[in-house]
């Protein structure tokens, strides 16, 4: 029985006519709808506490003027036709005029670019622009942390903690930045990802109507972030290693821009290394100008051949640069934690916003992490993934070489490190990873990375396939390499 609140009138005439009223008014307002069944009587009575008779006097009432309709084994509908005394005009019920709904200016965010790299059913060969392999997680070393973090739990980790993060886990942090970054005397404090990062950051810096600069292509998410923020952005092409500082010194000098998002060790999504050299260029042009730097190092562990670059943020005697990272390439993608290392001036100012949105995240998580990292076990588990995704990585390489070798039109960089490759296939992305996607194959098309929706490029991310699986998804490919 569906339950029917029915407000009746404290006092006045006999309760009998006010429950016929209550009745009247429902109707008008569009709770109950012409030939809807109306509550029981029996249902109603309970509802109000009265007696049944109460109510069964009432609905005599309606059902005299014409409001209901009496049914078999007395059941009650609303009236098709209904009293045009009442409605004003007969057959409809005059209801109440809806509530004016609030003008709001909704900042939809746009989404349409996850779909050619998020398809609803799984395909064959899914060449997933970059994600760590589960498979490779040491599940049951990191399990016996968590269970120690949980079998002896300290107090404070079920309490609201500082919004920088758990001691145990920031300490941590900040030795293997100064370890293996070079990287210091920093305010780090842990996120929800880099994303959380970017987005805290640009609440503290960023008005609607400032300007900031973004590769192209670049990284969705930073964009739709912006574009929802309301600020304006200018985008500056991507080059074999990394951002055109020609244009963005240009860029610079013509307008005020103040943050630049830069991937320059592994650029997303092209993979493409700025050179020690072009990255000291840069700095001193955002020096000139006035631009603080978001330097997101989604991948630094991910590096073959030689070690990795330091950052921008391990050479910044101005404090200019905002150094963002995550561990979810380390551990897996849902784990969601993040870091981001700040100046020390804007510490207060961070805490004080993070107080006013997330507080802090999620502690348990935080003091395992912790711990798993004083153990040895997370760089232990970066030299096993680095060695695996170095054997990825040339297998796709060696399956390209092949297809090339028997004639297809495709070109590529060999990427120094992450987990894709950027493969230019002389084509239009858009139609490439359509046809892709028909013959089984998953790629992450240039359209979705660019600012004007264009671009021949694939990227093809290698990490959670296997060799066979990598040489057979190239080869169904093939046949699209040489198609003009």
């Not at 042009?285 to 006035?290: E, L, P």
């Not at 070489?401 to 084509?427: C, F, N, S, V, Y």
Request: proline share 7%; net charge positive.
């Amino acid at each position: 029985m569906r339950v029917f609140q029915l407000s009746v009138s404290a006092e006045g005439q006999p309760l009998y006519l006010r429950i016929a009223q209550a009745m009247r008014q429902s109707i008008l307002d569009g709770r109950l709808l012409p030939g809807e069944a109306t509550p029981s009587t029996r249902e109603l009575a309970r509802n109000l506490d009265t007696h049944r008779n109460t109510v069964i006097a009432a609905f005599s009432e309606l059902l005299a003027e014409g409001w209901i309709t009496a049914e078999q084994r007395k059941s009650y509908r609303v009236s098709r036709e209904l009293p045009s005394d009442f409605s004003g005009h007969s057959g409809q019920a005059k209801r109440s005029a809806p509530a004016p709904v609030a003008a709001f200016k909704w900042q939809l965010v746009r989404e349409s670019w996850l779909e050619p790299i998020q398809p609803e059913q799984p395909v064959p060969y899914a060449f997933r622009w970059g994600f760590a392999d589960p498979s490779l997680f040491p599940l049951r070393e990191f399990r016996s942390h968590m269970l120690d973090v949980l079998r002896k739990p300290k107090a404070a980790l079920f309490d609201y903690g500082s919004p920088r993060g758990i001691p145990s886990l920031l300490a941590a942090i900040e030795e293997y930045l100064r370890r293996l970054r070079g990287i210091e005397g920093r305010s780090i404090f842990i996120t929800n990802g880099t994303g959380e990062a970017l987005l805290l950051l640009s609440q503290l810096l960023l008005a609607p109507g400032d300007r900031v600069a973004m590769e192209d292509p670049g990284y969705p998410p930073a964009r739709e972030l912006f574009r929802v923020m309301g600020v304006k952005i200018d985008f500056v092409q991507v080059g074999a290693d990394g951002l055109d500082l020609g244009l963005f010194e240009k860029l610079a000098a013509r307008r005020k821009i103040k943050l630049l998002f830069l991937t320059p060790l592994h650029q997303f999504p092209s993979t493409a290394t700025m050179p020690m050299p072009k990255r000291m260029r840069l700095y001193e042009i955002a020096s000139r100008h006035g631009v603080a730097i978001f330097e997101e190092d989604y991948d630094h562990e991910i590096h073959y051949l030689t070690q990795p670059l330091p950052p921008l943020a391990s050479q910044d005697p101005e404090g200019r640069v905002l150094y963002a990272g995550t561990f979810s390439k380390i551990l897996f993608p849902s784990a969601r934690v993040g870091f981001v290392a700040v100046p020390r001036e804007l510490e207060t100012p961070l805490i004080q916003l993070r107080r006013l949105s997330t507080h802090q995240n999620e502690a348990v998580m935080q003091d395992a992490l912790a711990r798993w990292m004083a153990s040895g076990g997370v760089e232990r588990h970066v030299r096993r993934m680095r060695r695996h995704y170095h054997g990825q990585r040339d297998a796709l390489i060696a399956a390209l070489g092949a297809a090339q070798a028997r004639g297809a039109k495709i070109d590529w960089r060999d990427p120094e490190g992450g987990m894709a490759l950027w493969l230019d296939t002389h084509r239009d992305s858009r139609t490439f990873a359509r046809e892709a996607l028909e013959r089984g194959v998953l790629v992450a098309p240039e359209w979705v990375y660019r600012s004007n929706g264009k671009g021949t490029h694939v990227r093809l991310g290698f990490s959670t396939m296997t060799s066979d699986q990598l040489q057979l998804g190239i080869k169904a490919l093939e046949p699209l390499f040489t198609r003009r």
